[in-house]
C-alpha cells in the first residue's frame, strides 16, 4: 500500500551532524503526518520528531534545539536535520508515515554516535 525507505544513517563522531531522508511511494492519497522514531537497545521506541498536515512540527525534549524535521510535499520525502549529536542519539531511526486509519513504517537506518 505504501512504502517508505529512509537513507543517510552511519557512524560520526559526537557533535557532528547527519541528515536522514525517506521517501513515501504507493498508494499516497492524503497524508496527515509524517516523523522519525527511534529506538536503542533496550529502550522503547520513542518520537523523535513530527510534522503534521498544517505544518506544525513537534519534538522530544531530548533534541530540541539541535534537530529539525522538514518535507518536500511533491517529492512525498522527510528529512530529519540532526546537528550536534550525541552518543545519547545511538539508535536505529524509523520513518513514519499516517494516512487514514493507517501507520507505515520504513525498515530503519543505524545511526550510531561514538569516539
Known amino acids: 500500500q505504501v512504502q517508505l525507505v529512509e537513507s543517510g544513517g552511519g557512524l560520526v563522531q559526537p557533535g557532528e551532524s547527519l541528515i536522514l531522508s525517506c521517501v513515501a511511494s504507493g498508494n499516497i492519497f492524503s497524508i496527515n503526518a509524517m516523523g522519525w522514531y527511534r529506538q536503542a537497545p533496550g529502550k522503547e521506541r520513542e518520537l523523535v520528531a513530527l510534522?503534521?498536515?498544517?505544518?506544525?512540527?513537534n519534538y522530544a525534549d531530548s533534541v530540541k534545539g539541535r534537530f529539525t524535521i522538514s518535507r518536500d510535499n511533491a517529492k512525498n520525502m522527510v528529512y530529519l536535520q540532526m546537528n550536534s549529536l550525541k552518543v545519547e542519539d545511538t539508535a536505529v531511526y524509523y520513518c513514519?508515515?499516517?494516512?487514514?486509519?493507517?501507520?507505515?513504517w520504513g525498515q530503519g537506518t543505524q545511526v550510531a554516535v561514538s569516539s
Open positions: 513514519n508515515l499516517r494516512q487514514g486509519i493507517f501507520s507505515y
Open positions: 510534522i503534521r498536515r498544517d505544518g506544525n512540527s
